[in-house]
């Protein structure tokens, strides 16, 4: 693909006899906004820990803004601008939302607030500006245990930001959450996405969030790529229709 920011060629892993990423060829265009679909199972996880260091690849490369990173370490795969939002909190739910996003950033800057002033400056205008991206300022001093889920995923996607990511991975952005904070939830994802250029590529099973956003969706079934294209041709795909999406998506 020309002007993927990821490319990823044969990629496969097992667990004992399990091929769980098996044979994967995979490409992001550079400010996509993607989805990975798949029956419970199929590997998306896997592909994910694969992406971001925790899992090694047993065979294939990954291709990051031109840097190979099949083997590389997390640490340097978070610094090369590979982000990732976990379905399982990251939040600290005692400290306020003001205080969750400073500490993260202060871990990414790598400087302590108290002893440097000018970085103490830096970190509190880049938590501040993280803060108004993700739609938090009214929210900022409340502590982050009593946010509802909808405000815990932004905290969660603010998280993530301090890392200035390149490319964006979401486990199920919308799990847990109600029609309306699933809306809201993805229209934050595709801002962050359109005004930032963040490149992003999520996994979910809300069908209908995949289709109203992704402008590619891949579909996986035990560790392989059944099909990739554009929302209307997975809709008319034969294979799509019998491995997952069925009826769901006809009304
Ligand atoms: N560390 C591991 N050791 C052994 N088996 C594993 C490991 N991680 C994942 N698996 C297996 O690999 C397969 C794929 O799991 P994975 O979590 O990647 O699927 P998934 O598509 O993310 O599923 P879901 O939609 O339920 O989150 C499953 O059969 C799982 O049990």
């Given at each position: 693909m020309t002007g993927a920011i990821l490319d990823i060629r044969g990629l496969k892993k097992s667990f004992g006899?399990?091929?769980?990423?098996?044979?994967?060829t995979y490409a992001v265009r550079g400010g996509a906004l993607d989805a990975i679909i798949g029956p419970n199972g199929a590997g998306?996880?896997?592909?994910?820990?694969?992406l971001t260091g925790y899992h090694r690849a047993d065979a294939g490369t990954i291709v990051f803004a031109g840097e190979e990173i099949?083997?590389?370490?997390?640490?340097?795969?978070?610094?090369?601008?590979?982000?990732?939002?976990?379905?399982v909190s990251n939040i600290f739910h005692r400290m306020t939302v003001f205080e969750n996003v400073r500490t993260a950033v202060q871990?990414?800057?790598?400087?302590?607030?108290?002893?440097?002033r000018p970085a103490r400056g830096l970190a509190l205008d880049q938590t501040d500006e993280i803060i108004h991206q993700c739609g938090l300022a009214s929210r900022a001093g409340i502590v982050s245990g009593r946010l509802s889920q909808g405000d815990k995923k932004r905290l969660e996607l603010a998280l993530a930001l301090s890392g200035k990511p390149k490319l964006l991975l979401l486990d199920e952005p919308t799990a847990g959450?109600?029609?309306?904070?699933?809306?809201?939830?993805?229209?934050l994802v595709a801002?962050?996405?359109?005004?930032?250029?963040?490149?992003v590529v999520?996994?979910?099973?809300?069908?209908?969030?995949?289709?109203?956003?992704a402008e590619?969706?891949?579909l996986l079934s035990r560790g392989t790529m059944i099909v990739s294209g554009t929302p209307e041709e997975i809709r008319r795909n034969e294979d799509a229709q019998k491995l997952y999406l069925g009826e769901s998506i006809h009304g």
């Open positions: 006899g399990l091929h769980v990423t098996n044979d994967l998306k996880s896997t592909f994910f820990n694969l099949t083997r590389a370490a997390p640490e340097r795969i978070v610094k090369l601008g590979i982000s990732r939002a976990f379905q871990a990414q800057t790598g400087l302590s607030l108290e002893f440097f959450m109600s029609r309306e904070e699933a809306e809201s939830t993805m229209d801002a962050l996405n359109r005004d930032l250029g963040i490149t999520f996994t979910e099973h809300d069908i209908a969030a995949v289709f109203k956003y590619r969706i891949t």
